[in-house]
């Protein structure tokens, strides 16, 4: 994957300030193709994993494979960082992209699809958690059927309804990656999940927050624009704020 631009990035992030979760990783989604961007509703339509797969992509080719993540101890509250790699958090996309999920059940004959970040968006506005995801898997419902019959989701039983979320995530695990944690201080141990979108949101914040500061302070000393400023690349844009700042 080729790094977009630094205008783009800038770009990027001037649009998801104000965006949510779900709107947020479609325009980071948007930065692995700034070349020939695809239509917004292509790339909404990508199941979660994928989604989230060319995001760790991406990702690497902003930053690199290693990464540092900060979580609090389950049970004393001491902060933990945690070294992770792309490379290891991305998961083989599959040899063929699932269309249509069906399994049988006692009570009904199922088909579901992958979600989606539509579907999520749709499920985030609904109020709790437990009722998001219920609207959620009533979104990835192809067919319930007994005989000839629909059964509603409403109709499901407990036993239908955890079984069908399971068959969702075992066919797209990318979509809901966990990392293991160990605490040396409590001897605690569990799974935490790690969320690629809010991961490299705060990274480009943060990266956008010293790229403006260094566009105010060279474009201060020597009168070039922001375009100026960013054609000159990493290198050097910081050998000559060593001689501003010197």
């Known amino acids: 994957m080729i790094a977009p631009s ?26 692995t193709c700034v070349a020939e961007p695809p239509p917004l509703d292509a790339l909404a339509m990508l199941s979660i994993g994928e989604r989230d797969r060319q ?6 080719a ?29 998961l083989p996309p599959p040899l063929e992209a699932p269309q249509s999920l069906a399994f049988t059940h ?62 969702l995530v075992t066919a797209d695990p990318q979509a809901d990656l966990t990392v293991c944690v160990a605490c040396p201080a409590s001897a605690a141990s569990w799974s935490a999940p790690f969320d690629i979108v809010s991961f490299l949101w705060t990274e480009l914040d943060g990266w956008a927050n010293r790229i ?18 960013l054609s000159l690349g990493p290198v050097r844009r910081g050998e000559y704020l060593q001689r501003v700042l010197a």
């Open 62 to 90: 902003l930053f690199g494979d290693s990464m540092t993540s900060v979580v609090s101890c389950e049970h004393c509250g001491q902060a933990l960082e945690l070294e992770l790699s792309t490379r290891d958090l991305r």
């Open 55 to 60: 995001l760790l992509m991406l990702r690497e």
């Open 106 to 167: 006692p009570d009904a004959e199922i088909r579901l699809r992958l979600p989606n970040s539509r579907d999520l968006e749709a499920a985030a506005a609904v109020g709790s958690v437990e009722e998001g995801a219920s609207a959620l898997l009533r979104l990835c419902v192809v067919s319930a059927k007994r005989g000839t019959e629909d059964v509603p989701i409403e109709q499901w039983s407990p036993q239908l309804s955890s079984e069908a979320a399971n068959v």
């Open 6 to 31: 630094a205008a783009d990035m800038l770009t990027a992030w001037e649009w998801g300030r104000s965006q949510g979760p779900v709107a947020r990783g479609l325009t980071l989604l948007r930065l």
């Open 212 to 229: 403006l500061w260094e566009v105010h302070t060279l474009a201060s000393a020597y009168g070039w624009n922001e375009q100026e400023v």
